[in-house]
């Protein structure tokens, strides 16, 4: 990781969704910049007012302000059929978050908090473009030996 950050100086990288995938690249590249590792500019574009991907519960269907298909989302009492030691972040536990050891198969809601409260405690919420749909101009690096990019126009995310 170290190598392809200082290769990247002066670009941009795009974290599309601030769901925990998302979120989890986030807080690595967080953690990076934390140890002193220079980073290049971050933005992660998220189509909801929120983050937390599918654990954020959102009611609607259909079509929203934009015209653009609302999200799917979990039902909003579901509980996880995954165990919670499956489900823990290793660098922010279910303890320290609630103060108090939680239920083995938490509900969404419960998930949810868990999922919001690692995120607050960083501040990588000011890399997050809520509400945003825009076209993306997608750098990769097909040859990191010999330093060749190709990019490719995508007209949204």
């Known amino acids: 990781f170290f190598r392809v950050c200082i290769s990247m100086e002066g ?48 009611w609607r269907t259909g079509l929203d302000q934009h015209g653009e298909p609302v999200h ?15 489900l823990e972040f290793a660098d922010y536990s279910f303890v320290e978050h609630f103060g108090k050891p939680i239920a083995a198969y938490p509900p969404r809601a419960v998930l949810f908090d868990y999922i919001k409260g690692r995120i607050d405690k960083t ?13 993306l101009q997608w750098s990769e690096m097909s040859d990191f030996q010999n330093r060749q990019e190709s990019s490719l126009l995508f007209p949204g995310t």
């Not at 799917?72 to 499956?86: A, F, I, T, V």
């Not at 501040?123 to 825009?134: C, E, V």
């Open 123 to 135: 501040d990588i919420r000011k890399w997050i473009r809520f509400s945003t749909l825009q076209p």
């Open 72 to 86: 799917n989302s979990m039902y909003r009492y579901l509980w996880s059929n995954g165990p919670k030691e499956c």
């Open 11 to 58: 670009k941009k990288i795009a974290v599309i969704g601030a769901g925990p995938s998302g979120l989890a690249m986030l807080r690595s590249l967080h953690s990076e910049g934390k140890k002193g590792t220079p980073l290049p500019e971050v933005v992660c574009f998220e189509k909801q007012e929120d983050l937390g991907g599918l654990w954020n519960y959102n």
